[in-house]
């Protein structure tokens, strides 16, 4: 089955159009401030049309760079694993302030959640282990384990020493 997509509209020669195109975008999700803007310039949205329409959105509170943070966060923290630096770069790309990124970290993702979150990862991926007595095999899923892992933003010194823990524990079983 396809989906017929429509193209989308450009926005270069009709700026009343620019509003409900953004309402749309959100109408699906958050968006930073800067991300939405970029959106709609890619689409052809003149810079004073956009930055009248970010302004009418801010006021009416359908674009919020706070509750973007924060929503962010949590969702990266429980749904994606993912790790505080990871978070903290993909706020940045994405345009938010330090202050409030810095914030919205303190509140969502305390440090102690990352190593439960790391630790929960190890342990998933050990599960798939078990019963590995090819010592080849074994070192290989290890580094896969912790390739995986930095790649999640995990401190590579930090996967490796749980890790380790984690090995002697299931050694002692």
């Not at 749309?24 to 689409?43: K, N, P, V």
């Not at 345009?95 to 790391?118: C, N």
């Amino acid at each position: 089955m396809s989906w017929n997509k429509r193209p989308k509209q450009d926005l270069t020669e009709q700026p009343e159009a620019i509003y409900p195109a953004a309402l749309a975008y959100l109408a699906r999700r958050d968006y930073a401030t800067e991300e939405l803007r970029e959106r709609l310039l890619s689409r052809g949205a003149g810079p004073e049309a956009c930055e009248a329409v970010i302004r009418r959105l801010l006021q009416q509170k359908y674009l919020d760079d706070e509750r973007f943070a924060f929503g962010r966060v949590r969702q990266r923290r429980e749904f994606n694993g993912r790790s505080r630096v990871f978070v903290r770069q993909e706020l940045r790309e994405l345009g938010l302030d330090e202050d409030l990124i810095q914030q919205a970290l303190e509140s969502e993702y305390p440090a102690e959640r990352e190593e439960e979150i790391l630790k929960r990862h190890l342990q998933s991926e050990l599960r798939r282990l078990r019963g590995s007595e090819d010592p080849q095999k074994r070192r290989k899923a290890l580094a896969g384990i912790q390739r995986r892992l930095a790649g999640k933003g995990f401190p590579p010194g930090e996967v490796y020493h749980q890790l380790i823990t984690l090995l002697e524990e299931m050694d002692t079983d």
